[in-house]
């Protein structure tokens, strides 16, 4: 469920962003346009899922297309920075809704691969990525608009993780995905299949060497109870107050902390219902015969892995 607070918005120069915090998942999205063009992307949205009653819910993303349509906005592409494992994407809701191109890192076929035998996903599935209508390269320029943004590869959470920059006059900000988190909070976890402490420690030194005051747009935060959630910081607050990956810590005991760290998480509530979604870019499987769709549920694999 959205928690739709009225601050969650700010203006980069010609670039507008809204954000949408939810409240079950801690999920950040966005909405980013154009002030100029009215032209819009959608970012890492959540389809609302109740695991106990295996319900799904479209409120939480059409809080976001409600306000494509109050800002008069159309949509260009819908962004995922990766496969998700704490929430089911509503992409191709919202695709239904308001258009758009949905796109992904192009080592989105990675994650497939594994998923697909996990899952023993149906033979008609392919893990090359024709799911998304684009896969991104690293270094790869797009528009939004008239904005200009590049795709910059961040693995290291997954080997497929992708942050979106925009870098010009009055504007200079990125959205980082899981890859970095507030500065109390420090970094992701880098255990999943594929993930890397040590890669994931490079690919955050890669996002602090931009200019100091690009803002950062998160995709989580979880606050601790003496503040509030928080979408939005800076490269310069994060090279000087990021628990994890401040200047002065290095590679070597990043990865010693995170490894350690990571050994002792348990495995997120609803990443079972959310790969399997959110490696079909948030297709949900077709009506079986009586009409209903399912999701598989593979018994103790992930406790052998």
Not at 57 to 69: G, L
Not at 146 to 173: C, F, K, N, Q, R
Request: glycine share 8%; net charge negative.
């Amino acid at each position: 469920m959205i928690n739709d607070q009225s601050g969650l918005a700010a203006a980069c120069g010609p670039a507008r962003v809204r954000a949408f915090h939810d409240v079950q998942t801690g999920t950040l999205s966005y909405v980013l346009w154009d002030a100029a063009t009215r032209r819009a992307a959608l970012i890492d949205p959540v389809l609302d899922f109740e695991p106990h009653a295996g319900a799904t819910s479209t409120r939480s993303a059409d809080a976001m297309a409600d306000h494509v349509a109050a800002e008069g906005l159309g949509v260009d592409w819908i962004l995922e920075t990766h496969a998700h494992a704490d929430h089911l994407s509503a992409a191709r809701h919202l695709q239904r809704r308001c258009g758009g191109r949905i796109a992904i890192g192009e080592r989105i076929r990675e994650v497939q691969a594994t998923f697909q035998k996990l899952f023993n996903l149906e033979r008609n599935f392919l893990p090359d990525g024709s799911q998304f209508d684009h896969l991104f390269k690293d270094g790869e320029r797009f528009r939004v608009g008239s904005l200009e943004l590049e795709a910059l590869l961040v693995p290291g959470h997954t080997p497929a993780d992708m942050a979106y920059h925009l870098s010009g006059p009055g504007a200079e900000l990125v959205f980082v995905g899981d890859t970095l988190f507030m500065p109390d909070l420090g970094s992701a976890r880098a255990d999943f299949p594929g993930g890397d402490a040590r890669t994931l420690y490079r690919s955050m030194r890669r996002l602090l060497a931009l200019p100091e005051a690009t803002r950062i747009f998160v995709c989580h935060d979880y606050p601790p109870p003496t503040r509030a959630v928080r979408w939005a910081t800076t490269v310069a607050e994060q090279r000087a107050a990021n628990i994890h990956v401040r200047d002065g810590i290095d590679e070597d005991a990043f990865v010693a902390m995170r490894e350690k760290r990571d050994a002792q998480l348990g495995v997120p509530a609803l990443i079972l219902p959310a790969l399997q979604v959110n490696v079909q870019a948030g297709e949900l499987p077709a009506p079986e015969a009586n009409g209903l769709r399912y999701l598989r549920i593979p018994l103790d694999a992930l406790r052998r892995a």
